[in-house]
């Protein structure tokens, strides 16, 4: 497991709140201990608005534990842990100014960044067909998920938030495939890499000639830099 990787299994979401990362993991990336970096933090409260900072409830302590099991020894915390959101993240490694807070803000922000596209479906969506407002991830961003959660859990995610069924049975494509693989789209990295999936998955190139307005010898050509891209 890299480091993206780990920090994303450290950003926690709760109805009702952004994003956050506790206190505890927070410090422990950044090279402190949680009360220094709370101090840090009280100190300087001008740089964390109550949207940027929070304190947990009791109701969300238990409610983080029921769905995070390594996290039980949150229960025999003498105060309620506090919440940092993406901004507050960054501010808290400007404060602590040290060369590993920094270079862990920075990681901490890609991941953020990619999750909170994310977040702004309802993480308990489930998609047959394209989404009526949908997410398309760039080929950076396809990269960054399976940088980040390996190539299988990438392709969950794309199914899931996507409504993009990498590897699966089905031989039609859903209305979002089919703009992906459009000859107008001008992401070629993020159609390479769809026009390969679809393949693989038991699309008929005849289909995706049709579907895309592209000839079957750059469908061929398309599908092979994305395989190359899929596989690095």
């Known amino acids: 497991m890299n480091e993206l990787q780990i920090i994303g299994k450290k950003i926690i979401s709760l109805p009702g709140r952004p994003l956050f990362m506790l206190d505890s993991d927070v410090a422990e990336l950044y090279g402190v201990e949680a009360k220094v970096l ?16 929070f304190q947990l409830t009791i109701e969300e302590v238990k409610e983080v534990v029921a769905k995070f099991g390594h996290l039980q020894t949150l229960k025999f915390r003498p105060t309620l842990p ?29 991941v953020f960044t990619a999750m909170e596209r994310f977040a ?12 009526d407002n949908p997410f398309l991830p760039s080929g950076l961003q396809m990269m960054q998920l399976r940088e980040m959660y390996g190539n299988e859990g990438a392709k969950q995610i794309l199914k899931d938030y996507c409504g993009i069924h990498p590897g ?11 703009r992906m693989i459009k000859k107008t789209n001008p992401n070629k990295h993020q159609r390479n890499e769809v026009i390969a999936y679809l393949l693989d998955r038991g699309v008929k190139k005849t289909v995706l000639v049709l579907t895309s307005g592209l000839s079957d010898k750059s469908i061929y050509n398309a599908a092979a830099k994305g395989r190359k891209r899929i596989d690095a």
């Open 38 to 53: 709370n101090q840090a933090i009280k100190r300087n409260q001008e740089r964390f608005p109550e949207d940027f900072f």
């Open 168 to 178: 699966g049975p089905r031989s039609s494509i859903t209305p979002m495939e089919a």
């Open 120 to 131: 702004e479906r309802r993480p308990d969506a489930t998609f047959v067909d394209a989404p």
């Open 82 to 110: 506090y919440g940092l959101t993406h901004p507050a993240c960054n501010a808290a490694a400007f404060i602590i100014n040290t060369a590993i807070a920094i270079q862990r803000s920075i990681q901490i922000i890609r």
